[in-house]
Structures are given as C-alpha cells and as structure tokens.
C-alpha cells in the first residue's frame, strides 16, 4: 500500500484485499517513520482519519461496488491553507497556533461527498510566501530523495508526502507554481487547475478571516 496510486487503492479495495482502515494505519506508519522526520507535516488527527476509514468500510461492505463513490475509502491529504474542521489552519505563523477552522473548506467538502477519508494536513512556507516550504512551526520540508534538498513550494509539504509513499494523493493550491514546483521537485505529478475550476470557500487568505 506505501507507494500506490489513487487507482491501485481502489483496486484493492474493490477485490477486497485491503481494509479503508488497513490502508490508513499503513500510510500513518509511513508517515510516523518518514513524513515526521522530513517536516512534511502540519496538523493530522489519526482517531478521526479511523473513525473515517471504519464508517467507509462499513458503506463498501454493505453496498455493491457500483454504489460505491469515486473516492470511498481513499486517503487524501490537505494542505495547511484549507481549512478541515477540528484541524489546525496555522499558515506557518505562530500567532495561529491555536487556529483550529470551524468548519470544512469547500474543496474538503466536496471530498467528504466523494467518499474520500480525510487524512494528514501538511506544510507550507511561512504565509505561503515563499517558493520554499519552511515556518518556525514545523520546519523545513526535507526533500525525501535528497533530504539537503528543498520539496519545494508552496504545496511542499504535499508533495514530499505524496514522493514518500506517505500519501496516495493530496490537494494543494497554485497561483503562480506552488503545486507544479514542488511537484517537479520531488518527481510526481502535480496539476493546476483552471481558473475558476478550484474554489476558494473556505480556504485561509492573507487578507481574509481564518475562521470562516
């Protein structure tokens, strides 16, 4: 499961040789050896990424797979600057260390629909202003091929994550290469979408509030 890809998961899934709930302890393992190590991380609540995993598990045993949703079981990870209710939206700025959003960003929203289980949320330069991915909260993302490498930025943490088998597959954010940059920094993919094809409800601004 370290490693695989969003469609090798739900190939399992479907033949049933794994469990929604097997599939995150074993990204949560990789990411407790690696992830942490490297800095990729921002926030993650494991007990609610099981209870997650458990109630897909219970949907996909009761339901026939053409019932099944696109994402159902499936980890995704979340960059800091979306927010994920009951999870940190620090921005890498210490004053928001306590900055825990009150509800789901629209895009996290649309995930939960899918079936998606949310997992870890990861790291990002301080204020999403660098093409670097370090704070003076969670430090500076490693890249995992060469760890005196940078993962890039803004969407570092997700895809020295994504790079590390610690995540099957994560949304980020880009206005001017902070998903393709790091993307080609750590040797995955990556995509931007068009304008107005990824919404900004619910997702932390410089000049917006960070608990809407």
Known sequence: MIGASILDLKDLLK????TSKQIVCALASQVADVGVDLNLLADADLEKSLEEAEAADV?????SYDKWLPLTGIPISI?????????????????????????DSHVVNVLRKLGAVIFVKTNIPQA?????????????????????????????????????????????????????????????????????????????????????
């Open 15 to 18: 033949k049933k040789e794994v």
């Open 59 to 63: 949907f996909m045993k009761n339901n």
């Open 79 to 103: 960059k800091d600057n979306l927010h994920v209710k009951g999870m940190l939206t620090s921005f890498g700025l210490c004053s928001k260390i306590n900055n825990f959003a009150k509800e």
């Open 128 to 212: 999403i202003m660098s093409m670097e991915s370090s704070n003076n909260l969670w430090g500076n993302t490693l890249n995992p091929w060469n760890h005196t490498k940078t993962c890039g930025g803004s969407s570092g943490g997700e895809a020295g994550l994504v790079a590390s088998g610690c995540s099957a597959g994560g949304i980020g954010s880009d206005i001017g290469g902070s998903i393709r940059a790091p993307a080609s920094f750590c040797g995955i993919f990556g995509l931007r979408p068009s304008r107005r094809r990824f919404s900004l409800m619910g997702m932390a601004i410089l000049s917006g509030n960070y608990n809407y």
